[in-house]
């Protein structure tokens, strides 16, 4: 395991190469948020969950505005809360996103275009396991999440494939995929 660790030399040298903010995309329970956080660290820049900054800038919880309004009004803030974050002479930044966001295809081509776009994969095993630790998944609610979670990453899969950088999150630290994801963006730059 120590030979996949970089060097806080590599760490430097590719923060250094890197022009534009990491974009995190994939399932509810890959561990975006958690790997996005140490990612942010390592590469010195700030870090970002959309989510939260779509429940600070409506006022009201996710899970609420799901309920209230429905899928489709959040996905309008979120593709709009997406767009300052990582639009046109935005700061750089790792920002993870909802496990939907990438599938509305404006906002997916935002990412694409201003973004490190880095698809976080998961087994549906490892998947079910992370999302069962919180009840706070609106899409979730209504019937088996086994099922709910290999339905949608099946639906998603092919648009979560059109991000360049695609790692795996196994069982393994967030730290040991946040330095894979590390050695994936330096790959691609």
């Known amino acids: 395991m120590e030979h996949d660790i970089l060097s806080p030399a ?23 948020t958690t790997v996005g956080r140490k990612l942010a660290g390592m590469l010195g820049l700030p870090f970002v969950d959309a989510d939260e900054e779509i429940e600070r800038a409506a006022h009201m ?6 309920a209230q309004y429905g899928e489709a009004h959040f996905r309008d803030g ?13 700061a750089r930044k790792v920002l ?23 698809w976080i994969d998961s087994d549906l095993d490892t998947l079910v396991e992370r999302v069962s630790r919180k009840d706070n998944r609106p899409l979730l609610r209504n019937g088996n999440p086994r099922e709910i979670l290999a339905r949608l990453h099946a639906e998603r899969a092919p648009l979560y494939a059109e991000a360049p ?8 630290p967030h730290l040991a995929t ?6 994936a963006i330096d790959a691609w730059l």
């Open 61 to 66: 919880a996710i899970a609420e505005i799901f």
């Open 165 to 172: 950088i695609h790692v795996i999150s196994a069982h393994q």
């Open 78 to 90: 979120e593709r709009r809360v997406i767009a300052r974050l990582v639009g046109q002479g935005s």
């Open 10 to 32: 590599d760490i430097q040298r590719i923060a250094a190469r890197l022009d534009r903010s990491v974009v995190l995309v994939g399932m509810m329970g890959v561990g975006k």
């Open 178 to 183: 946040a330095h894979t994801i590390l050695r």
């Open 96 to 118: 993870a996103t909802g496990g939907g966001a990438f599938v509305d295809p404006d906002t997916r081509k935002l990412i694409l275009n201003h973004a490190a776009t880095v």
